[in-house]
């Protein structure tokens, strides 16, 4: 009986290989961070029916920022573009603290039946600590993400890379929610393909 049961056992061991890894593959593609049409770090969705109207999404779009607290840097008939940040925490003998922060651009728009919104321009600015035993910028000047730091900090940057990748993707999909429970954005790209930004 046991001999019989055990190919059956091996296939479903096997598909399930297979599904996970497909899965895993998805996730990491969606929370890996692409390149714009001039070589940016980019995170951009589409969502091509609105959930209510264009003023209503407007003001829901409008009060996640304010929630969020990041700062309006441009505001206009059809698009809201804010500033924000994401903290990025350092892990070292089970003890955790912020490393440095990255600064970041989330420009949403609407247009017709259907909005769009991207996070870009990230900005990564280091943290010292200060006489009092805080963690704050040690620089206002921050460096973009596209910039290569060299070999000796390479492992380190691309740590930072991905983590705002990460930290895009949950900011998305939390936006998304809070604009409609019900609507879901997919990202408009594969995995290696420039995002352009400038038709949909």
């Not at 929630?67 to 955790?96: H, W």
Request: aromatic share 14%; hydrophobic share 40%; net charge positive.
């Amino acid at each position: 009986m046991y001999q019989a049961l055990w190919p059956g056992a091996f296939l479903f061991l096997f598909l399930l290989l297979i599904v996970s890894g497909a899965v895993a593959q998805d996730i990491k593609e969606i929370k890996e961070l692409q390149k714009d049409e001039i070589g940016k770090y980019i995170h951009y969705e589409v969502v091509t029916q609105l959930p209510v109207s264009a003023d209503s999404l407007a003001f829901r779009a409008k009060a996640f920022f304010k929630l969020k607290k990041m700062d309006p840097s441009k505001i206009d008939s059809t698009a809201l573009e804010q500033r924000g940040k994401f903290v990025i925490n350092k892990t070292a003998f089970v003890l955790s603290h912020p490393s440095g922060e990255i600064l970041y651009n989330f420009r949403f728009e609407i247009k017709g039946e259907r909005y769009r919104f991207w996070l870009t321009d990230f900005l990564f600015v280091p943290y010292q600590r200060d006489r009092y035993g805080n963690f704050v910028p040690s620089t206002t000047k921050g460096v973009p993400l596209e910039k290569s730091p060299g070999k000796l900090n390479a492992g380190e940057w691309s740590a930072y890379v991905s983590d705002a990748g990460r930290q895009s993707a949950a900011l998305a999909a939390e936006f998304k929610e809070y604009l409609s429970a019900t609507q879901q954005a997919k990202p408009l790209h594969k995995t290696g393909a420039l995002i352009s930004t400038k038709s949909w």
